[in-house]
T-cell receptor
Framework: GENVEQHPSTLSVQEGDSAVIKCTYS??????FPWYKQELGKRPQLIID?????GEKKDQRIAVTLNKTAKHFSLHITETQPEDSAVYFCAASEYFSRNQFYFGTGTSLTVIP | DSGVTQTPKHLITATGQRVTLRCSPRSGDLSVYWYQQSLDQGLQFLIQYYNGEERAKGNILERFSAQQFPDLHSELNLSSLELGDSALYFC???????????FGPGTRLTVL
């Protein structure tokens, strides 16, 4: 089955700096890669996703890049703000085939004001 | 608000007991996924249903079972509860033509 690894497990940045979280996956058949943000005690919320036919996607201060050859994808947050502090999870899925999501172990991001 | 509802919000019970968690997917969504999140842990996929049928199974214990009803709501049954079953249980729903999962608010289960 798929194995998703996520690094780092914790990340502290100064407000205004950029944050990068990286994930690798093992199954080359995976074709959908969402990122979720989870604030303490709350539900995971989808913040951005990318499909395997696209190399990069951007939404305001958030961007995701995908390298299919190397089987890794990354979340980039620019101009970080204290409200970006949360746990971020990556996931990989081979949709239309198994439709099972494999989540990374999460990155706890702290933005220091 | 994702449109996915879960009840109850909190559940406190004793070891050896049995509980049922309920999930109503977003309107139009046919898939329901169940996840377990223990303290400081990631999301562990338990099981997925699609339009009433089991589609995929993850790390679900034999003491746990689930089903999806004709109205598409789903229930997760946890029996012979142990202290280690204390966790947040999330359900998520999705449509058949998109990969996106939308999570419910979760049920916090505490086993004493």
């Amino acid at each position: 089955g798929e194995n998703v690894e996520q690094h780092p497990s914790t990340l502290s940045v100064q407000e205004g700096d950029s944050a990068v979280i990286k994930c690798t996956y093992s199954d080359s058949a995976s074709n959908y890669f969402p990122w979720y943000k989870q604030e303490l005690g709350k539900r995971p919320q989808l913040i951005i996703d990318i499909r395997s036919n696209v190399g990069e996607k951007k939404d305001q201060r958030i961007a995701v890049t995908l390298n299919k050859t190397a089987k890794h994808f990354s979340l980039h947050i620019t101009e970080t703000q204290p409200e970006d502090s949360a746990v971020y999870f990556c996931a990989a899925s081979e949709y239309f085939s198994r439709n099972q999501f494999y989540f990374g172990t999460g990155t706890s991001l702290t933005v220091i004001p | 608000d994702s449109g996915v509802t879960q009840t109850p919000k909190h559940l406190i019970t004793a070891t050896g007991q049995r509980v049922t968690l309920r999930c109503s997917p977003r309107s139009g969504d046919l898939s329901v996924y169940w996840y377990q999140q223990s303290l400081d842990q990631g999301l562990q996929f338990l099981i997925q249903y699609y339009n009433g049928e089991e589609r995929a199974k993850g790390n679900i214990l034999e003491r746990f079972s689930a089903q999806q009803f004709p109205d598409l709501h789903s229930e997760l049954n946890l029996s012979s509860l142990e202290l280690g079953d204390s966790a947040l249980y999330f359900c998520a729903s999705g449509t058949s033509d998109t990969d996106t999962q939308y999570f419910g608010p979760g049920t916090r289960l505490t086993v004493l």
